[in-house]
């Protein structure tokens, strides 16, 4: 299988592609850069939306990953808004040049203010200018696929934990000031409960469900569980032994951040029962 992954070079898709390298597929991979993605992939330098035809470009793909976004942890970027035009009209561009699959990374921010548990039938009504950015090329590529014959899956993202500097999520920023030699991390109160994944399971189970075409349209790459903020970053600076301390209370919690909000993760549930039952029967 030949899967193209966009935004190859992120703190998301450099992950994504060591792991479908390790799966053994055949993986081009594109960004404006190169210097983090896996030597072992087929890397393409390019921007995505100055391309006549991507399809032919990228060596006629089976499967489109698009991972590509600008300003994903900047919420109210106005780039999100400006770049949606492009994003759709590239996938539209590979969908009609005959690409077979679409999956495309999502976010739990697609579906705004809500308490509960998150399934594919969740209504939305994002509260963010990127989940308003990310919901509208859902709703758009969904229908590009139907129209075409293309099987179309959402990868949903929720909140991703990992111990690297080079992102931007709140658990790269403490390994940031950790570096820089803090004692103290500016932190709110920590009590909302959302749902995390640790980065290498975020990373096997969008590869995961990639690999496969049975189940397809809006798949959750997620815990299925929720857990206090507090709690997380906590446990996070006690297995990284951190010496750093929280400063509870330093800044206010965002008002469009949901109380209580996790994933249903049945349907990525059965993509590994399947992935296992395959290996044990090859």
Same mark, same amino acid.
């Given at each position: 299988m030949?899967?193209?992954?966009?935004? !190859?070079?992120?703190?998301?898709?450099?992950?994504?592609?060591?792991?479908?390298?390790?799966?053994?597929?055949? *993986?081009?991979?594109t960004? /404006?850069?190169d210097?983090?993605?896996?030597?072992?992939?087929e890397?393409?330098?390019?921007?995505?939306?100055?391309?006549q035809?991507?399809y032919?470009y990228f060596?006629? #793909?089976?499967?489109?990953?698009h991972?590509?976004?600008?300003?994903? %942890?900047?919420h109210?970027?106005?780039n999100?808004?400006?770049?949606l035009p492009?994003h759709?009209?590239f996938?539209?561009?590979m969908?009609?040049g005959?690409?077979?699959?679409? !999956? *495309?990374?999502?976010?739990m921010?697609?579906?705004?203010f809500f308490?509960g548990?998150? $399934?594919?039938?969740?209504?939305?009504?994002?509260q963010?200018?990127?989940?308003?950015?990310?919901n509208a090329?859902?709703?758009?590529?969904?229908l590009?696929?139907?129209?075409?014959?293309t099987v179309f899956?959402?990868?949903?993202?929720?909140?991703?934990?990992?111990?690297?500097?080079?992102?931007?999520s709140?658990?790269?920023k403490?390994?940031?000031a950790v570096?820089?030699?803090n004692?103290?991390?500016? /932190?709110?109160?920590?009590? $909302?409960? %959302?749902?995390?994944?640790d980065?290498?399971? /975020?990373?096997?189970y969008?590869a995961d469900?990639?690999?496969?075409?049975s189940?397809?349209g809006?798949? $959750?790459? +997620?815990?299925?569980?929720?857990?206090?903020?507090?709690d997380?970053?906590?446990?996070f600076?006690?297995? $990284?032994q %951190?010496?750093?301390?929280?400063?509870?209370g !330093? /800044?206010?919690?965002r #008002?469009?951040?949901?109380?209580?909000?996790w994933?249903?993760?049945?349907?990525?549930q059965n993509?590994?029962?399947?992935?296992?039952?395959?290996?044990? +029967?090859?």
């Amino acid at each position: 299988m030949k899967i193209l992954v966009t935004g !190859a070079n992120g703190y998301l898709g450099k992950g994504v592609v060591k792991q479908l390298l390790d799966d053994g597929m055949h *993986v081009i991979a594109t960004d /404006f850069r190169d210097d983090l993605i896996d030597k072992r992939a087929e890397i393409k330098t390019a921007d995505l939306f100055h391309l006549q035809d991507p399809y032919s470009y990228f060596s006629c #793909p089976d499967v489109l990953l698009h991972m590509a976004w600008k300003d994903g %942890f900047v919420h109210n970027s106005v780039n999100h808004i400006h770049d949606l035009p492009s994003h759709y009209e590239f996938i539209r561009t590979m969908i009609e040049g005959g690409v077979k699959r679409v !999956a *495309v990374m999502g976010s739990m921010h697609e579906v705004g203010f809500f308490e509960g548990s998150i $399934n594919e039938s969740t209504p939305c009504n994002p509260q963010s200018l990127y989940g308003i950015s990310k919901n509208a090329l859902r709703r758009l590529v969904e229908l590009k696929c139907r129209e075409c014959g293309t099987v179309f899956q959402w990868l949903r993202g929720f909140y991703i934990v990992g111990n690297t500097a080079d992102g931007c999520s709140i658990f790269s920023k403490i390994v940031q000031a950790v570096r820089a030699g803090n004692q103290e991390f500016p /932190f709110t109160m920590g009590l $909302n409960q %959302f749902d995390f994944l640790d980065y290498d399971v /975020f990373c096997k189970y969008i590869a995961d469900a990639v690999e496969q075409s049975s189940i397809d349209g809006v798949i $959750n790459i +997620c815990s299925g569980r929720p857990e206090k903020l507090s709690d997380r970053v906590e446990r996070f600076i006690h297995e $990284n032994q %951190f010496k750093i301390v929280l400063k509870y209370g !330093a /800044f206010p919690d965002r #008002p469009y951040d949901s109380k209580a909000i996790w994933g249903d993760d049945l349907r990525i549930q059965n993509i590994e029962k399947e992935k296992e039952y395959k290996n044990v +029967c090859e």
